[in-house]
């Protein structure tokens, strides 16, 4: 592991001082020290992945994806009843909303001219035990494609399986309070533009300079060969050894790439993450490569592999968990 992860900071993370000083903390922990008032101490993260609620995540992607969600496509019935189901299991497992409600609405004017998006995002908060004001947004898109054709998309593994990944990871967050505040934002519109991921920065619910992070995912349900990438760290080289030092415990294959090169390959701009990422707004996005049912109708629930999806979803609970005490460890 190199220890050079400073000198390969970003031009993006010099412009936020909070992640200069973070990156700093990273670079010292990859070299297996910490420098705190003139001593040298050893920092060591968690050393197990956080438990889920398997049958209550494999019931929620279940529900989610059933076709009485209709595809759950943007500016429909179906997608305001998905939002609204959402809402009320962040209320029933106690997650407070951010201000008076969990749903947010938003208007976002149409690249091409056309009448205005409306849409509505459903966010959930769980206060940090120590770095109140300091913010960790994990997010997931609800929406899908709809109906096409008179066939339903039910968007199972895209993205379901990320929408009710985020649902199990408030509840763990709930009962297990992280340092940091945590947002559970599922952003609605993101099959037609990154709408409500744009919403969201463009007007974020809190001071936008205390988000330190987005965790994002979307298709983490099924691979054919135990594989879930993370993507991010060639932009934010501060979250290679927070990603590193999971891979003794991760639950599945956990490889890193697809964020850099350009063309389809890359995946930084082709989730809501890129719209964290356009603000300066570090990143890390959790997702499968392409397979035969992407964006087809045959996206259901039959065809995840749950077995994979818990141990995906644990393993992105480990990072969340890990990134959590990082950041809270820095000098």
Same mark, same amino acid.
């Given at each position: 592991?190199?220890?050079?992860?400073?000198?390969?900071?970003?031009?993006?993370?010099?412009?936020? +001082?909070l992640?200069i000083?973070?990156? #700093?903390?990273?670079?010292?922990l990859?070299?297996?020290?910490?420098?705190?008032?003139g001593?040298?101490?050893?920092?060591? +993260?968690p050393?197990?992945? +956080?438990?889920?609620?398997?049958a209550?995540?494999?019931?929620?992607i279940?529900?989610?994806?059933?076709?009485?969600?209709?595809?759950?496509?943007?500016?429909?019935?179906?997608?305001?009843k998905?939002?609204?189901?959402?809402?009320?299991?962040?209320?029933?497992?106690?997650?407070?909303?951010?201000?008076?409600?969990?749903?947010? @609405?938003f208007?976002?004017?149409?690249?091409?001219?056309?009448?205005?998006?409306?849409?509505?995002?459903?966010l959930?908060?769980?206060?940090?035990?120590?770095?109140?004001?300091?913010?960790i947004?994990?997010?997931?898109?609800?929406?899908?494609v709809?109906?096409?054709?008179?066939?339903?998309?039910?968007?199972?593994?895209?993205?379901?399986?990320?929408t009710?990944?985020?649902?199990?990871?408030?509840?763990?967050?709930?009962a297990?309070?992280?340092?940091?505040?945590?947002?559970?934002?599922?952003?609605d519109?993101?099959?037609i533009?990154?709408?409500?991921?744009?919403?969201?920065?463009?007007?974020?619910?809190?001071?936008?300079?205390?988000?330190?992070?987005?965790?994002?995912?979307?298709?983490?349900?099924?691979n054919?060969?135990?594989?879930?990438?993370?993507?991010?760290?060639y932009?934010?080289?501060?979250?290679?050894?927070?990603?590193?030092?999971?891979? @003794?415990?991760?639950?599945v294959?956990l490889?890193?790439?697809?964020d850099?090169?350009?063309?389809?390959?890359?995946?930084?701009?082709?989730?809501?993450?890129?719209?964290?990422?356009?603000?300066?707004?570090?990143?890390?996005?959790?997702g499968?490569?392409?397979?035969?049912d992407?964006?087809?109708?045959?996206d259901?629930?039959?065809?995840i592999h @749950?077995?994979?999806?818990v141990? #995906?979803?644990?393993?992105?609970g480990?990072?969340?968990?890990?990134?959590d005490h990082?950041?809270a460890s820095?000098?």
């Amino acid at each position: 592991m190199s220890c050079a992860i400073g000198n390969a900071l970003s031009p993006t993370l010099r412009m936020r +001082p909070l992640l200069i000083a973070f990156t #700093a903390f990273l670079t010292a922990l990859a070299c297996n020290h910490v420098v705190e008032t003139g001593s040298v101490a050893r920092i060591a +993260p968690p050393s197990s992945l +956080p438990t889920l609620d398997s049958a209550r995540l494999l019931a929620n992607i279940a529900r989610l994806a059933h076709d009485s969600m209709a595809g759950r496509a943007a500016m429909t019935p179906e997608n305001a009843k998905a939002r609204s189901w959402l809402a009320a299991e962040l209320q029933r497992l106690g997650v407070a909303p951010i201000g008076s409600d969990f749903v947010h @609405p938003f208007v976002m004017p149409r690249r091409d001219g056309a009448d205005s998006i409306r849409g509505a995002n459903v966010l959930g908060l769980v206060r940090g035990a120590r770095f109140r004001e300091r913010f960790i947004v994990v997010s997931a898109h609800f929406d899908h494609v709809g109906v096409r054709g008179g066939e339903i998309f039910n968007g199972a593994d895209d993205n379901a399986s990320g929408t009710a990944a985020v649902l199990e990871l408030a509840a763990h967050f709930k009962a297990h309070p992280p340092a940091h505040s945590i947002i559970f934002a599922f952003l609605d519109g993101e099959e037609i533009g990154l709408v409500g991921a744009r919403a969201f920065v463009n007007a974020p619910p809190v001071a936008r300079d205390s988000i330190v992070a987005n965790v994002n995912l979307d298709m983490v349900s099924r691979n054919d060969t135990g594989e879930l990438f993370a993507a991010g760290a060639y932009h934010y080289p501060a979250m290679r050894p927070v990603l590193e030092s999971l891979l @003794p415990y991760s639950a599945v294959t956990l490889r890193f790439g697809h964020d850099s090169g350009g063309g389809r390959n890359d995946w930084t701009g082709q989730s809501d993450h890129a719209a964290f990422h356009a603000v300066k707004i570090p990143f890390v996005y959790f997702g499968v490569e392409d397979h035969a049912d992407y964006h087809r109708p045959t996206d259901d629930v039959e065809r995840i592999h @749950p077995g994979f999806y818990v141990r #995906a979803v644990r393993t992105v609970g480990g990072f969340v968990e890990r990134l959590d005490h990082a950041l809270a460890s820095r000098p």
